[in-house]
C-alpha cells in the first residue's frame, strides 16, 4: 500500500503500521513488493530505520536521537544493509508459509544470524524494587550497553521477529489481497475474514473497481 505523502511538509510521512506488528510492518517498508511498476523502498536511510523503530515502539525516542547523533556514516550504513537483509529473509519466509513453500536454507541462516546476535546483546540484571521492598527484586533482560550499536534498531526487529515466528499469532498470518500491495498483517478479525492491509487504502480501491466493473457491464 503506498502512503500519501504529507503535503505542506518535508518531513518523511509516517509508516503504515496497519501489520499489527513491528516485523510485518518492518516486512512492509518495500512497499508494492509484487507491484509492475516495481518496489518502493520506504526505509532509505538510517534514519528511517530509526524512525521505523521508533513509531513501531520498538525503541525510545532518546535512544533514537542518541542514535541518530552518535552513529559513524559507514556503521549506519553497513546497519541498514543488514536491516534490509533481515527484512529479506523474513518476507521470503512469510510469503512462502502463505503459499506452502518450504523456506530456503539460505533465508533460515540469515534469521538465525540475527536471532543470535538480538539474544546476545541481551543482559542479565539484577533490578531491586523502587520502593526497595525485599521480595520484589528481581533479574531482568535488558539491552544495556548494546542500546548504543548501530545495529541495536536491527537486533531490536529480530528479537520481535523470532517471538512472532515460534508463537501460534503466525496462525493469523495474511497477506492484503490488493495484488499491488499484498502487504502482511495479523488478522485478529473475530471471524478471520479480514482481507485488506487497512479498508480505508485497499479496501475502498477494490470496492471503487468492483463498483466501476458493475457498471461497465
Ligand atoms: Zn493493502
Known sequence: ????????????PPFDLSGGHPALDFVNSLDNRYGKDGPAELLGS???????AEQSQLLDAQRARLL???????????????????REALAALLYGQLEGRVPARADILVLERRFHDAGRH?????????AGLPGHAKLQWQWGRSAKAA?????????AASQLLSSNTME????????????????????HTRRWCNMKVCGNRAKARRFQQRHAE
Open 1 to 12: 500500500m503506498v502512503m500519501a505523502s504529507n503535503p505542506g511538509t518535508n518531513a518523511a
Open 68 to 86: 541518530a547523533r552518535s552513529v559513524s556514516p559507514v556503521a549506519a550504513a553497513r546497519a541498514l544493509r543488514t536491516a534490509r537483509e533481515l
Open 46 to 52: 538510517y534514519g528511517d530505520l530509526l524512525r521505523f
Open 151 to 159: 545495529d541495536f534498531p536491527v537486533w531490536l526487529v529480530a528479537h
Open 172 to 191: 493469523q498470518l495474511r497477506a492484503c489481497g490488493a495484488e499491488t500491495c499484498r502487504w502482511l498483517f495479523l488478522d485478529t478479525s473475530k471471524n
Open 122 to 130: 541481551r543482559e542479565l540484571r539484577w533490578e531491586s524494587s523502587e
